[in-house]
């Protein structure tokens, strides 16, 4: 048995054999739709939710798995055999050493925080990233992802000085922040910024004429006439790629993966495969970040609480939580009793960021500011300077300030809304962990809603439960503390 593999583009692989050893490799290959339990299909019986990156009719596999194919021919005895293409190298690679690399950057004079060096785990990175031009990179938040992406866009530039770079960020705020990044990276080395990179973004030109192009995916497939038009995130994102035939370098940065299979399957294809560059743990204990103390506190309702909520679906629970004024005030309390920059963090812009901020205000003399979807970029920024500066207390929807965004100065994160996502939460955490002078510490408080009745766990309470199984996994230190929550239910 032999499989033959055909590099067609940078997007796709062509892969052919036998039908057995085909359906074989489309097994391989498949994972569960997630939530497909609930789809129209599935509950017709026209589709049992499976969904495989190898199609069996075109016969393409995405580039980025092709480790997992030959994984994939080794464990089942099949040849794998390389069919040359003329214009597709199937397995290109920089042949460059990690001292090649580490002399590259050394040369390159990156202007870090107080005279600091790209440190020894950035530059493994950079090279894993150089050298195989495919990959996903899982580094947490204060790692310095920005870092090791410019360093990495350096070198492809300066190997080929009319590359065509896009650099996609999850939001406009972190167009401006990446811009901004690679100025005072560049403030001693003498690279124009200005020359050689765009921003795009709703009313920035969409005429692309520089090398490197910052924008969010949701500006760029306007530009591309919007390849999946009404589709979900990661489809639009797929489309866009799948668009980059010519893309030899296809590099992701993340802070964690979703632990769901398709993410994990989804994203190799797209990217390359998983690399773990460092550990949030790891950070902390080699002092690279701030130490970080993890306090919870369980919120004990009354049992008649329990008795109202237990037959309550998640949305209505969710709500009820939300207007609950006894527990804002509770987040107020402990938002105003925080020392140094504090960020507090919901769902809901509408229903609990607006009326939180306006609380909080009524509370303290520190400066209340707030964040979130129907705030301008540029308001968002000024506000992240201000948080630098001064003890101000932020509120914020997790949409808008869990992610990417830098504020060394902030001390103290609340989690005011429920959450379960191990990429959310750890996001989140990451908000507080850079480092700032006098600063040897960030303070998680965590809210647990406890309105379990007999053996029933209500829903907040179950995802607090996940947050606990996060942190002992990431080996993260941590307090539980029990109160008491006299409120009526009235």
Same mark, same amino acid.
């Given at each position: ?16 054999? /036998? ?51 030959? *994984? ?50 950035? @530059? ?23 870092? @090791? ?6 070198? =492809? ?51 692309? *004429? ?42 992701? *940065? ?110 303290? /003399? ?40 830098? =504020? ?37 408080? /965590?809210? =647990? ?42």
């Amino acid at each position: 048995m032999n499989l033959t593999v055909e590099k067609i583009n940078e997007a796709f692989l062509k892969v052919m054999g /036998d039908f057995s050893t085909e359906q074989d490799l489309k097994t391989y290959f498949t994972y569960k739709a997630p939530g497909y339990r609930y789809h129209p299909k599935f509950k017709s019986g026209l589709w049992n939710g499976d969904v495989s990156l190898y199609n069996q009719r075109t016969k393409l596999l995405p580039t980025g798995l092709l480790n997992r194919l030959a *994984t994939f021919c080794k464990e089942s005895g099949v040849e794998l055999i390389d069919k040359p293409n003329d214009n597709f190298v199937l397995n290109d690679r920089n042949d460059v050493t990690v001292e090649e690399v580490a002399e590259y950057i050394d040369l390159l004079d990156v202007s870090l925080p107080n005279n600091g060096k790209v440190r020894e785990y950035q @530059i493994d990175a950079i090279h894993k990233a150089i050298s195989s031009k495919k990959i996903t990179l899982i580094s947490p938040t204060s790692s310095g992802k920005s870092v @090791i992406l410019y360093c990495i866009i350096r070198y =492809i530039l300066d190997q080929n000085p009319h590359a065509k770079i896009i650099l996609m960020v999850p939001t406009v705020q972190l167009v401006n922040q990446m811009y901004s990044d690679f100025q005072e990276y560049s403030a001693t080395n003498g690279f124009d910024v200005t020359k050689y990179t765009q921003k795009l973004f709703s009313g920035q030109s969409k005429e692309l *004429t520089k090398n490197i192009l910052i924008t969010t995916w949701q500006s760029l497939k306007n530009v591309v006439k919007d390849p999946v038009a009404g589709g979900k995130i990661m489809a639009e994102i797929q489309a866009l790629l799948e668009k980059c035939k010519n893309a030899s370098y296809r590099i992701g *940065t993340t802070g964690t993966l979703d632990n769901e299979k398709v993410h994990q399957l989804m994203i190799e294809g797209l990217l390359g495969p998983v690399y773990q560059v460092i550990t949030t743990k790891e950070l902390i204990d080699s002092k690279q970040v701030s130490g970080l103390d993890i306090k919870m506190f369980s919120l004990k309702y009354p049992e008649e609480f329990g008795k109202v909520l237990k037959k309550t679906s998640y949305a209505d629970e969710v709500e009820f939580l939300v207007n609950l004024n006894a527990r804002n005030e509770f987040i107020a309390k402990m938002a105003c009793a925080t020392k140094g920059a504090t960020l507090v963090l919901v769902n809901n812009r509408e229903s609990h960021a607006k009326p939180l901020a306006e609380l909080i205000r009524t509370k303290t /003399d520190k400066s209340v500011y707030y964040v979130a979807g129907d705030v301008t970029p540029e308001k968002r920024e000024a506000i992240r300077k201000i948080a630098n500066m001064e003890d101000c207390i932020i509120v914020a929807t997790y949409a808008t300030l869990s992610t990417g965004v830098n =504020i060394p100065n902030l001390r103290n994160v609340i989690f005011g809304s429920p959450s379960k996502s191990p990429v959310r939460v750890l996001q989140s955490i990451g908000r507080g962990l850079r480092l700032a002078d006098g600063k040897d510490k960030m303070v998680l408080i /965590d809210i =647990i809603d406890d309105i379990r009745f007999k053996s029933r766990e209500n829903f907040a309470y179950q995802h607090a439960l996940e947050r606990i199984s996060i942190y002992r996994k990431e080996k993260f230190e941590m307090t539980i503390r029990e109160i008491p929550f006299n409120v009526s239910i009235l």
